[in-house]
């Protein structure tokens, strides 16, 4: 079992920037591929940024390509997601997980999930 905790959404304006953690306990965190998903009011949950157990690799929605930077600190047992340039369309729940089935933008691979933290972009 794995426990996520999200934290450092809010309130921000168009163009500043948010750092979202996402704090893991239970089982080993290295093992495990961590994934980075947003739910708009609305619309289905969609894939956001991916990193790879050692953090070594990436990947990342179109949409924030650029903006957005997921690392981790596996001694930590810590994932971070840095937005950067926010718009208005990124308004959104934010929520972590993680896999064991490894590399993946799909939600349904994923075994563990946060509560999810609001982000709130105005223009």
């Known amino acids: 079992q794995v426990q996520l905790v999200e934290s450092g959404g809010g309130s921000v304006q168009a163009g500043d920037s948010l750092r979202l953690s996402c704090a893991a306990s239970g089982r080993t965190f290295r093992n495990y591929a961590m994934g980075w998903f947003r739910q708009a009011p609305g619309k289905e949950r969609e894939f956001v940024a991916v990193v790879n157990w050692s953090g070594g690799n990436t990947d990342y929605a179109d949409s924030v390509k650029g903006r957005f930077t997921a690392s981790r600190d596996n001694a930590k047992n810590t994932m971070y997601l840095q937005m950067n340039s926010l718009k208005p369309e990124d308004t959104a729940v934010y929520y972590c997980?993680?896999?064991?089935?490894?590399?993946?933008?799909?939600?349904?691979?994923?075994?563990?999930w946060g509560q999810g933290t609001q982000v709130t972009v105005s223009s």
């Open positions: 997980a993680a896999g064991l089935t490894g590399w993946s933008n799909v939600a349904k691979d994923y075994d563990y």
